[in-house]
């Protein structure tokens, strides 16, 4: 019912309003209260029921402590590695000279070229510092918070992109057996594991999870585990054209740049990096990659599973409780930084799937969340008609490749055939494309009968069918190390140039076409639950005069003489 809320909040309206923040909050819940009452109507439900009513009492709350409260002390002390600035000054200018400086390098050691570092450097009529806002993560309990840091137009942000960019494809290469791709990937190793005949009736399923693994890493010894995995992996000191030194210095940029804004304050993050940058997510793989060998090596000898998806750990083991739980707390010791909550049982949630052994019978199922909404993209949306089409059809395909058992798939189909109803899809439409499913999968029998063996060829059958992802990486045949996909010409884009030939010619006809645009996603709690940005004076404050020469020169250095155009 709350995700019904409103979209979008005007950053810094507590700024220019007069209005106490109380009356604003009034406002808002108002606002946002009409917009659900409206949804109850529409799906026939009370909005007078004391189900409702509570619940009007709750998000009165939510959104006055959302205006009046800061964040958490818990938050806060959690918060180490957030170093707040004494002076007002604020360091953009300082990061934006030294990205230029460091890419000017690049270009004088013939390593990029101009063109490159041109897209290399920020755009300066956006650029801005760093700012952060917690997240509240509505699909869990009570309600947590994650403090995003947003770096769109910080001056390192393509920087960042790049060096991601250059050392994840070495990074799964090294590690492809020990990372969880997604989903798929891991029920395809249990699938493996149990057909290998290691699980046993004694089997049992571990997950961890990493706390705060993007702001737990230390400075230095981050670094120097990132240098070792360069020295280890690199041809000759080098990653294409890059030197290990010279890729130490965009991680240092990187690294030493942390700075954001938070209600009117300047702060520099001192551990680990940015969640909201994409080098960080490379980062923090790599210094996990050195402190999960013992555990990789421990369970390679016993023939069981390690896997992790970025800070979530999913492990087998067929030893007792007490030998299992030696050994998670001797890796706990390896690194004081380092810390995991492992939960050890026959039946465990990862990701979005449920993994139970039932006396050696290993099942699969989806699993939601308990705050979950059931939503799919509504069928009165403007997207094209196509997509509506594939929904109900991909929805299926998803179930029957993580559900192992035919029981649980038509639990799951029904659980899509109810979301799709609340999100105004019509029965005959439903029934059409769950029809279509099977007919193009040859399963007719299923839809209306209870078979098994025809179900568990179906399973297989989707579980092992390569992705696009998939296929693009058994095509890439190029060593990632000497030719690095980040430098490589990208394959012919063939909407691009449709594009530039229709619409950016001059005389096409198709100029005369409006562009009408739809929002991607339904509106959402989490994104009204968001704190506003700071205003542009504290994460954008250069000099005027500065910012003009720097367009002024550009615009000399790209751009022809222009005529002068009066503005329509």
Not at 177 to 200: C, F, S
Not at 300 to 315: C, H, L, P, T, V
């Amino acid at each position: 019912m709350l995700s019904n809320a409103r979209k979008y909040i005007p950053p810094c309206q507590s700024r220019f309003r007069h209005q106490p923040i109380k009356e604003i909050a009034n406002a808002e819940y108002k606002t946002v209260l009409s917009s659900v009452e409206q949804c109850l109507k529409n799906n026939k439900m009370s909005i007078t029921d004391q189900r409702a009513t509570q619940s009007f009492t709750d998000l009165e709350r939510i959104i006055h402590d959302l205006y009046c409260k800061r964040l958490p002390h818990k938050l806060y002390r959690r918060a180490r590695p957030y170093q707040e600035l004494t002076s007002d000054y604020c360091p953009l200018a300082d990061i934006l000279h030294a990205t230029t400086s460091i890419l000017d390098y690049f270009v004088k050691k013939n390593v990029i070229t101009t063109a490159k570092r041109d897209k290399l450097l920020p755009n300066l009529e956006k650029r801005e510092l760093p700012y952060l806002y917690p997240l509240p993560k509505i699909h869990k309990l009570g309600i947590p918070i994650r403090p995003i840091v947003s770096a769109l137009y910080a001056p390192v942000n393509l920087i960042s992109k790049f060096l991601y960019k250059l050392l994840s494809p070495i990074y799964l290469q090294v590690a492809y057996e020990t990372t969880v791709i997604n989903n798929i990937d891991l029920v395809r190793k249990l699938q493996n594991y149990t057909a290998d005949g290691h699980l046993t009736s004694t089997t049992k399923f571990i997950t961890a999870d990493v706390e705060n693994l993007y702001t737990m890493i230390p400075r230095e010894g981050g670094i120097d585990a990132l240098l070792r995995f360069l020295e280890k992996y690199s041809k000759h000191g080098k990653i294409g054209p890059f030197s290990i030194d010279m890729i130490m210095k965009m991680a240092r940029l990187i690294l030493d740049t942390n700075y954001f804004a938070y209600i009117n304050k300047y702060y520099k993050q001192t551990r680990g990096g940015a969640m909201g940058s994409a080098f960080t997510q490379v980062y923090a793989n790599i210094y996990m990659l050195e402190w999960e060998q013992n555990l990789i090596e421990h369970q390679a000898s016993k023939n069981e599973i390690y896997g992790r998806y970025i800070d979530d750990i999913f492990m087998t083991t067929s030893e007792s409780y007490d030998v299992i739980t030696a050994v998670l707390q001797q890796a706990q010791k390896q690194d004081v930084n380092i810390k995991i909550n492992p939960i050890i049982s026959n039946s465990v949630n990862f990701l979005d799937i449920t993994i139970t052994n039932t006396n050696g019978q290993l099942t699969t199922s989806i699993y939601h969340k308990p705050t979950a909404d059931p939503y799919y993209l509504p069928y009165k949306s403007d997207h094209p008609h196509s997509i509506h089409r594939n929904i109900p059809y991909t929805a299926l395909v998803r179930a029957a490749r993580l559900c192992s058992n035919l029981h649980d798939f038509h639990r799951e189909r029904l659980r899509i055939h109810v979301s799709l109803l609340l999100n105004s899809y019509r029965p005959h439409f439903i029934s059409n494309h769950f029809q279509r499913f099977f007919q193009v999968h040859k399963a007719d029998v299923l839809y209306k009968y209870f078979d098994e063996s025809t179900y568990s060829q179906l399973h297989r059958q989707l579980l092992y069918q390569t992705s696009k992802r998939e296929r693009e990486e058994q095509a890439m045949k190029n060593d990632p190390v000497l030719f690095p996909p980040v430098l490589q010409q990208r394959p012919w884009n063939q909407r691009l140039i449709w594009w530039k030939k229709h619409y950016q010619s001059p005389g096409s006809e198709a100029n005369r076409i409006q562009l009408r645009f739809i929002p991607r996603t339904n509106r959402s709690l989490q994104n009204y639950l968001i704190r506003k940005k700071p205003s542009k004076h504290k994460t954008a404050p250069l000099h005027q005069h500065q910012t003009t020469i720097l367009l002024h020169t550009t615009q000399m250095e790209t751009s022809p003489p222009q005529k002068n155009v009066a503005n329509k």
